[in-house]
């Protein structure tokens, strides 16, 4: 397929212009046609226009056709130039020639442009021909080089001086200037380390100088460089042209690099969540195990010795036996339920916090008496050290949560200690009170010092020294600790023991001791001299037949009457039927009405009935639900009878 010649006109004559275009188009050659007007124009169109035929006005605007000649043959010698011009003389003619014209053709003769332009063409093909490789080499060259510079890669040219020790410069790219924040000036003619002095030694210089040597071409992954006018990660591949220059090419991937940086990031997030995530199934599953095991445990103490208690051949101190391991099994369960409940409040945001000055030497002292007989019981020395002078043991925090966190504390030492010693204790410590339990039991690994109060985390999870418990404890403690406004930590070696401390708030101002200590409730029932209670009309709501009869044994005492009712809606109606009863237990959580709901309906028409809500308090709210619903007072399940007692004694003693 014959392809199209371009054609270059430079022309200030649009009419002129016209004419000459017309004039080619008889010719019959397939041509490209571009007209420029100014000396600028032609310059830019030799290059961007790239022409294999120019026709060129002699008398110009500013100039000749002669310095658009010089041109020409300065920027394209092998381009056929003809002069097309209005009158010409035969000297200037002459001169045109000499000057390295291929042709000229007079305006008043332009059907003579056709032949001349086709003999300029052949001649142009003959000289093109004859061209030496270096000419041919050099045209080729070029164009290489501007089809370098608009790569959208970085590209610079290098020659292997000082014997490949260093590379000078001989050419670049825009995409280079910009990238290294440089410009051509100021690079080429300079080597590499002259203008990057911080690629010596690094692995773009060393791939230079392999292929220098041995000419197989690099890819060189991205690395990072470094000086005061650039920074980023650069990507290179790297040849070795016939003549021996080097060309890299490269781009800066410091935009994928940080991508990448960020994924990879992001991978590891992802990977540390799935190991928690695994970690917490792993400790749930543990927990589940470890929880079948602590309620199948005490429940079967319970039910075995209840089956053992039909034995009517027992005597009194093999009952008192059977009846006290029951109470105790039931008091692990209770425990076990207590945690899961406190723990589940804690996850939940619904624990609160009850602020009131406490005494901390009594705090103390009343853990040490509590649990004095079973650590000794066990041939285990217990000792209690208070640092803390007389006029400093008042404290504002939550006694019932610092109650809890010194019990589970001592819990774990006496289960975890089976000979030597346990020491509890308190000092000042700047703003806090710092309080510490010390036994010289197992110990525990330096790697599960952190774990150890985490949610359902044992010292050692594989149950090898688990024994009892639900792995809460500690949880529990630390969440309380942390609402309290204090800190816990561990100090521990395996094989020789534990010190757990946690600290609390400690106010700048010293607090008078109170006399408010709150006393067990068995000292505050009744003085000796009170009047006796009146016996009571009861009403027992109920829907839980072993609770009803438990709530019957402990309310006979004060009960002249004592009235059942299984649901809400009865509940309702014995109130109506019975206007004199004085005194109404109310299960909350029953079927067709709730406690609640049934309160709300009994206040309506009665007014002064005490009514106590009585509640397994699984989620917090339970007691304001109930207070706000009418009830008087509350108990939690279990029901203690002492506890029981005390509200009869709170709400009937006159």
């Not at 106010?507 to 068995?522: G, L």
Request: charged letters at 30%; a negative charge.
């Amino acid at each position: 397929m014959e392809s199209s010649v371009r054609i270059l006109l430079l022309e200030d004559n649009p009419n002129d212009a016209e004419l000459i275009h017309h004039q080619i188009s008889k010719n019959a050659i397939k041509f490209q046609f571009k007209h420029v007007s100014d000396f600028d124009g032609f310059d830019k169109a030799i290059d961007d226009y790239i022409p294999d035929l120019i026709l060129s006005d002699y008398n110009l605007g500013g100039f000749t056709g002669l310095d658009a000649l010089e041109l020409a043959k300065r920027k394209c010698p092998l381009i056929p130039f003809i002069i097309v011009t209005g009158t010409i003389n035969e000297e200037t003619a002459a001169e045109t020639i000499k000057r390295g014209a291929w042709d000229y053709v007079v305006k008043e003769r332009l059907t003579r442009l056709g032949s001349a332009m086709n003999n300029a063409l052949q001649l142009k093909e003959e000289k093109e021909k004859r061209v030496i490789d270096r000419e041919k080499l050099k045209i080729s060259e070029e164009r290489f080089r501007k089809m370098i510079d608009n790569m959208p890669s970085g590209v610079a040219i290098y020659k292997a001086i000082d014997n490949a020790n260093d590379f000078e410069f001989i050419g670049l790219n825009k995409k280079f200037e910009e990238i290294t924040n440089s410009s051509k000036n100021e690079i080429i003619g300079h080597t590499l380390l002259e203008k990057f002095p911080n690629m010596k030694n690094g692995p773009f210089i060393k791939s230079l100088k392999k292929i220098s040597k041995d000419g197989i071409n690099i890819y060189l992954p991205p690395f990072f460089y470094k000086d005061d006018q650039r920074q980023g990660w650069r990507e290179n591949y790297i040849y070795k042209l016939a003549s021996g220059e080097i060309i890299a090419i490269f781009n800066d991937v410091t935009d994928i690099k940080e991508v990448e940086e960020q994924l990879k990031k992001q991978n590891i997030e992802l990977l540390e969540a799935k190991e928690k995530a695994e970690e917490s199934d792993r400790l749930k599953s543990s927990f589940l195990a470890n929880m079948s095991h602590e309620i199948r445990t005490p429940m079967n103490g319970i039910l075995g010795f209840a089956e053992l208690l039909k034995d009517p051949g027992l005597t009194g101190k093999e009952q008192q036996e059977y009846i006290r391991i029951i109470e105790k099994g039931g008091a692990r369960m209770l425990n076990i339920i207590n945690d899961i409940v406190n723990i589940s409040k804690i996850e939940s945001g619904q624990m609160e916090v009850n602020i009131e000055e406490s005494n901390i030497n009594e705090h103390i002292k009343y853990i040490y008496s509590f649990f004095k007989t079973e650590i000794e019981a066990k041939g285990i020395q217990f000792s209690i050290k208070n640092a803390l002078p007389s006029k400093e043991i008042m404290l504002k925090t939550d006694r019932e949560k610092v109650y809890a966190i010194m019990t589970n504390l001592v819990k774990n030492a006496i289960k975890y200690t089976e000979k030597g010693s346990i020491e509890i204790g308190c000092k000042k410590q700047r703003e806090c009170i710092e309080f510490y339990v010390k036994d010289t039991g197992i110990g525990i690994p330096n790697n599960r010092q952190e774990a150890v109060f985490e949610r359902f985390v044992q010292a050692d999870i594989a149950d090898k020294m688990a024994l009892q418990g639900a792995g809460l404890g500690l949880s529990i403690s630390k969440a309380y600790v942390g609402m309290l406004g204090g800190k816990i930590w561990v100090e521990s070696q395996e094989g020789k023991g534990s010190i757990f401390y946690f600290t609390l708030p400690y106010p700048s101002e010293t607090v008078k001791e109170s006399s408010n200590i709150r006393q067990p409730a068995e000292e505050i029932l009744r003085p000796a001299d009170a009047a006796p209670i009146k016996k009571l009309k009861i009403l027992i709501v109920e829907d839980d037949e072993s609770s009803e009869q438990l709530i019957s044994i402990a309310v006979r005492d004060f009960g002249k009457e004592i009235i059942y009712a299984r649901t809400g809606t009865e509940a309702v109606e014995a109130c109506r039927n019975t206007p004199d009863i004085d005194f109404i237990l109310m299960d909350i959580r029953m079927p067709e009405m709730d406690g609640n709901t049934a309160t709300r309906l009994i206040r309506k028409f009665n007014k002064n009935v005490i009514i106590i809500a009585q509640t397994a308090y699984a989620l917090s709210g339970d007691k304001e639900k109930a207070i706000a619903a009418g009830c008087n007072d509350y108990l939690s399940k279990p029901i203690k009878v002492m506890e029981f007692k005390r509200l009869i004694v709170k709400y009937f003693e006159k």
